[in-house]
C-alpha cells in the first residue's frame, strides 16, 4: 500500500522560530492535507492543496503541494506556545480514502 | 466544516465485552469514515460508511469485529466486539467536506481502554 513518510518525528520549538517539517511519499497523489491535533482532541484541518506547485498559506502556517505530486511540506513562522501538538500530513489518491503520514510531535524547548 | 460529535469520549472495558461508539453529524452526509489511533500513531482506516450500503473494510479489519452501522445521513455507529487490551485506541470518524470535496473533518474521537 501507499506509505507516507514524514518527518522529522517530532522537533522542539523556541518561540518565535520559524519551523518546517515534509511529507513524502512512493507514489501520486491528488489532494495533500495537513492536520494538527492536540492531547485528547480529533485532528483539526488547517490546509488542503489540490494542485501540483500550489503554494497556500493560513495565517502563519504555509505548505506546498509538491511539483512531483510526491511531496508537501508545512511551515510554521514565529512559532507561539500553543503550536504544540501533532502535526499530519495525509494524502489522497483515488477515490475518498486518506492515507496519513506518522506525525511530526512539535514540543517546547525546556 | 461538519460540526461532528461522538458517545462516549472515552471508556474503560473489561476484556471480551463489546462498546459501541456513535457519531453524529450535524449536516446530511453521504460518506462517513472509521480510523483507529493506536496510543502515539497515526491514524488508520477501518472502513468506509455509505448510508444504505454495506460498509467497506479496509486490510486487516473486518466485519465480525468492527460491525458499523449507517442507518441515516447524520449518523454512524462503530461497534468494537469481543474486545481484548490489543484494542486500546482512539476511534475516530470523520466525514467528507462537501459534494466532490477531498479533505475530511474528523470528530473528537472516542478513548478506549481494555483492560
Redesign the interface.
Known amino acids: ?1 501507499q506509505q507516507l513518510n514524514q518527518s522529522p518525528q517530532s522537533m522542539f520549538i523556541q518561540e518565535g522560530e520559524d519551523v518546517s517539517m515534509n511529507c513524502t511519499s512512493s507514489s501520486i497523489f ?2 495533500w ?1 495537513w ?1 494538527k491535533q492536540d492531547p ?6 488547517l490546509i ?1 492543496l ?1 494542485k501540483a506547485g500550489e503554494l497556500t498559506s493560513n495565517g502563519r502556517l504555509t505548505a506546498q503541494f509538491g511539483i512531483t505530486r510526491k511531496d508537501s511540506f508545512l511551515n510554521i513562522s514565529a512559532s507561539i506556545p500553543s503550536d504544540v501538538g501533532i502535526y ?1 500530513c ?1 494524502g ?1 489518491a483515488a477515490g ?3 492515507t ?4 511530526t510531535r512539535v514540543l517546547v524547548k525546556p | 466544516s461538519a460540526v461532528i460529535s461522538q458517545k462516549p469520549s472515552r471508556d474503560i472495558c473489561q476484556r471480551g465485552t463489546s462498546l459501541t461508539i456513535q457519531c453524529q453529524v450535524d449536516s446530511q452526509v453521504t460518506m462517513m469514515f472509521w480510523y483507529r489511533q493506536q496510543p502515539g500513531q497515526s491514524l488508520t482506516l477501518i472502513a468506509t460508511a455509505n448510508q444504505g450500503s454495506e460498509a467497506t473494510y479496509e486490510s486487516g479489519f473486518v466485519i465480525d469485529k468492527f460491525p458499523i452501522s449507517r442507518p441515516n445521513l447524520t449518523f454512524s455507529t462503530l461497534t468494537v466486539s469481543n474486545m481484548s487490551p490489543e484494542d486500546s485506541s482512539i476511534y475516530l470518524c470523520s466525514v467528507e467536506g462537501g459534494r466532490g470535496s477531498d479533505t475530511q473533518y474528523f470528530g473528537p474521537g472516542t478513548r478506549l481502554t481494555v483492560l
Request: net charge neutral; charged share 10%.
Open positions: 500500500g491528488n489532494t492535507l492536520y485528547g482532541e480529533g485532528p483539526v484541518l488542503a489540490y499530519f495525509a489522497q475518498n480514502k486518506l496519513f503520514g506518522g506525525g
